[in-house]
């Protein structure tokens, strides 16, 4: 071993829990949706420099709710087999550290994009981080069965504060960009939620799927992707999109409605098989990332 090698050993050991504490994969799909928001409220690539800047100042907000989340829920993070061995359990990290470092990066990312984007932007990401902090971590969580319906909310704001970076405002579109994700929070949750039922049961936590049937959580989760494809299919002609995005949102949405339904079948008849509730959850995931690589690639499409 290299001299060299030995610092930079030490610095992932110190380091690499604070970012797990941001949950980076959690960053990763709320930012999948910043950028197309950008490129659609630009009718074009709205510059390099703005897009980097509003990334750093979402980013640094998104890790900064998730580290103060992190805090807060440190008492039944471990109790769930799916939390325990997140950094502020295993005492990688000191709940006064991350208590500090999620506060400055807030702090960060919304001076940041104060005075590096737009006024709007760092308003609404001040909104997004109290959403998800006070409104879900705080209020929701363990006292509502609909804490992520309503607290999901904060998931929402990336496309709000990725619009009114490039425009200094909102408009429908942006408004059905926040609906698409708002009702596509319920179907995409609830299944990860169905999975560590037993965790959530464990720790005191009302999730849906431990106070309800698998069937009316299947059927909710129908209802809310209905909604969601609404929102999708509304953008269409309110945005004025080409038939592209109008057939690939169609297509995406029918096949993310199938899983959902063959999710209540199963709930229905045991001898289907296995829920596969985590197989609606991965589809979730490849839903909205498709859906927002149609929403930006359209923009540039000579139709």
């Known amino acids: 071993m290299t001299s060299s090698t030995v610092p930079a050993g030490r610095l992932r050991r110190v380091v690499g829990p604070y970012i797990a504490l941001t949950k980076p994969r959690v960053i990763e799909l709320l930012l999948v949706t910043t950028v197309p928001t950008m490129i659609l409220a630009a009718d074009g690539w709205p510059g390099l420099g703005l897009v980097l800047a509003t990334l750093v100042g979402g980013a640094a907000a998104a890790g900064s709710a998730n580290v103060l989340n992190c805090y807060l829920d440190r008492d039944i993070d471990k109790i769930m087999n799916r939390t325990k061995r997140r950094p502020l359990v295993t005492g990688e990290v000191t709940p006064r550290a991350a208590l500090v470092f999620g506060l400055v990066l807030g702090a960060f990312s919304l001076a940041w994009l104060w005075f590096v984007v737009n006024p709007a932007s760092a308003w609404l990401t001040a909104a997004a981080i109290l959403i998800y902090v006070v409104g879900y971590t705080m209020i ?164």
């Open 140 to 303: 929701l969580k363990r006292r509502t069965p609909q804490n992520i319906v309503w607290g999901g909310a904060a998931g929402c704001m990336p496309v709000l504060i990725g619009w009114s970076a490039v425009t200094g405002g909102l408009s429908w579109t942006a408004v059905l960009l926040f609906g698409v994700i708002f009702f596509w929070t319920p179907p995409h949750y609830w299944p990860l939620s169905m999975k560590f039922k037993r965790d959530y049961a464990a720790a005191g936590v009302p999730m849906l799927p431990v106070v309800a049937k698998d069937t009316k959580v299947a059927r909710e989760m129908i209802l809310y992707t209905l909604a969601m494809i609404a929102c999708s299919l509304l953008i269409w002609p309110v945005q004025g999109m080409t038939w592209v995005y109008g057939a690939v949102a169609t297509g995406l949405g029918i096949w993310f409605l199938w899983t959902n339904i063959s999710l209540l079948r199963r709930a229905e008849d045991p001898a289907r098989g296995k829920l596969k509730a985590m197989t609606v959850f991965h589809a979730s995931i490849t839903y909205l990332t498709l859906l927002s690589l149609a929403l930006a690639v359209d923009v540039f499409l000579p139709l």
